[in-house]
Every structure is written in C-alpha cells, then in structure tokens.
C-alpha cells in the first residue's frame, strides 16, 4: 500500500525527468522536452493515483495534498503553454516552482486520514479542486512574467536598447504572453467556480452561500477581471495594469491558504483544511 513515505522516490525521480524537459527545451529539442515532461507527469501522478486508492478518497482534503496537484499542474500548464507559444523559459519555471511546493511537503508532511466529511463526497469537489489548482498553475506563471516585466522595464530605462523598434515589438509580445497565461488561468478559475456551486448545490443545497472562502474567491475573481479589462482600455498603463495582476495573486494566495488563518473563517468554513 503507498504511503506518504514513498513521496520522496516518485517526486525526485519526477523533477529530474521535468528538469531535463526543461534543459531540452532550452536546446531547441522539442521531442525530448515534450517526453521527459509528459513522463514526469506521468510518475508523479502515479502516486497520487496510489494515495488515491490508499485513502480510499481522491487526496484533495488537506492543504499537502492540495499542494501534490499543484506540483502536477505547474508542470502540465508549462508544457501546454510551450506547446502553444514554444515559450523556453516556462518548463523551467515550472519546474522550479513545482520543486518549492514538493520540498514543502516533504519537510512539513501531513497526516493523511482516510476520513472525508460527508459534504467533500460530493461528485463536484475533486473536479471542482483539480481544476482550480490547474488555474493556479498557470495564474502563477502570469505572475512571473509580470515581475519580470516590471524589473525589464525599469533596467530598459536606465541602459536603452539596441532599437526602439525591436525593443518595443518584443516588449508587445511579452505583454501578450502575460495576457494569454491569464486569459487560460481566469478561464480555469471560472470554471472551477461553476464546478464549486454545483458542490455547493448538492451538498448544502445552494449554490452560494458568500461563505469566507467563497467571498475570497469573488474578489479574486473579479480581480483577474479587472486585469483584463483594463488591458482593453486604450489608454492603460502598462506597469500598472502589471501591478493589478501582481495584486491579484496576493488575493488568490488569500483564496487558497491564506483563508485558514482568518477568525472569520475558523469554526464557520468548511474549507479550511485540517489534518
């Protein structure tokens, strides 16, 4: 039967396959990247799949198991976002950020309990929780590139470019990278929240009850959606359209954990993951 302490095997056997992707990549070897990536993939859901059957409930409860779908989905979103755009530089971001969230369960490990309140049996709450954690994924990748943009920006104004043409032309496509990734997450996010109401429907018997958690989500939500509109306007600012997508990360990261440490929520918020 797998247990927590396998982790270790499948998750290192499951970076250095990702890193490898992510090095091919960088070589212009697209077959070897897109293989060692989906392979990657492949091991690490392998365990999951394992907990899954050993819990006897997909591991979506706790927050280090909710983490095990970030760690997949950061690399998935990188390999779907390379096979779209070809981006280099998103396999290893994925792999890296994929590697955070894998260190910190392995050196904070959870106790994972077969039990699952009546309310997470509910067909909705894994597609609803994969699919949200697939937003993340890709929502964290937009972010990236927003603070690269910001510190780009500042680091062109004080050493100029070579042409102002080329410097501009790839500047708009960078901008356009940034807009795509969050057009994808927001697009998951939503989705999720239908996902979510359908939960919320069958197990309390609405779809919105503006519970903690669901109140975050909204303002994460419309947050995103700021982004993108205000992206439209045509006269925004680019840097502070970055700031309103570097903002909305901070509320998402409030959605996603930062909820549990909330009095509001503790006691009231069927949410809040525990042990």
Same mark, same amino acid.
């Given at each position: ?53 050993? &819990?006897?409930?997909?591991? !979506?409860?706790? +927050?280090?198991?909710?983490? *095990?779908?970030?760690? @997949?989905?950061?690399?998935? #979103? ?102 795509? &990734?969050?057009?994808?997450? !927001?697009?998951? +996010?939503?989705?999720?929240? *239908?996902?979510?109401? @359908?939960?919320?429907?069958? #197990? ?72």
């Amino acid at each position: 039967m797998m247990t927590w302490d396998h982790f270790i095997y499948f998750a290192t056997a499951a970076v250095l396959l990702w890193a490898t992707g992510a090095w091919a990549a960088w070589k212009n070897r697209a077959r070897m990247a897109y293989a060692m990536t989906i392979l990657g993939l492949l091991v690490f859901f392998g365990f999951i799949l394992s907990m899954w059957v050993s &819990l006897e409930r997909p591991p !979506l409860r706790t +927050m280090g198991e909710t983490r *095990l779908w970030y760690s @997949l989905f950061l690399p998935l #979103a990188g390999i779907t976002v390379y096979s779209r755009w070809r981006y280099k530089w998103i396999l290893l971001f994925t792999t890296v950020l994929s590697l955070v969230f894998i260190c910190v369960n392995l050196f904070k490990p959870e106790i994972h309990s077969k039990t699952l309140m009546p309310a997470l049996q509910s067909a909705w709450f894994a597609p609803h929780v994969i699919v949200y954690m697939m937003a993340y994924a890709v929502l964290g990748a937009a972010t990236v590139m927003a603070l690269y943009l910001l510190v780009k920006g500042d680091r062109s104004q004080e050493t100029g470019v070579r042409s102002q043409e080329t410097g501009d032309r790839r500047r708009e496509t960078e901008y356009e990278i940034t807009d795509n &990734l969050v057009y994808v997450g !927001l697009a998951f +996010m939503t989705i999720g929240m *239908l996902f979510g109401a @359908l939960w919320a429907k069958e #197990a309390w018997g609405h779809y919105w009850s503006w519970d903690p958690k669901e109140t975050w989500a909204a303002i994460t939500w419309f947050a995103y959606l700021v982004y993108v509109h205000y992206r439209q306007l045509p006269t925004h600012k680019p840097k502070l359209a970055l700031w309103v997508l570097i903002v909305s990360f901070v509320l998402l990261q409030m959605c996603w954990w930062g909820i549990n440490y909330l009095p509001s929520a503790q006691g009231s918020s069927v949410h809040v993951y525990g042990d």
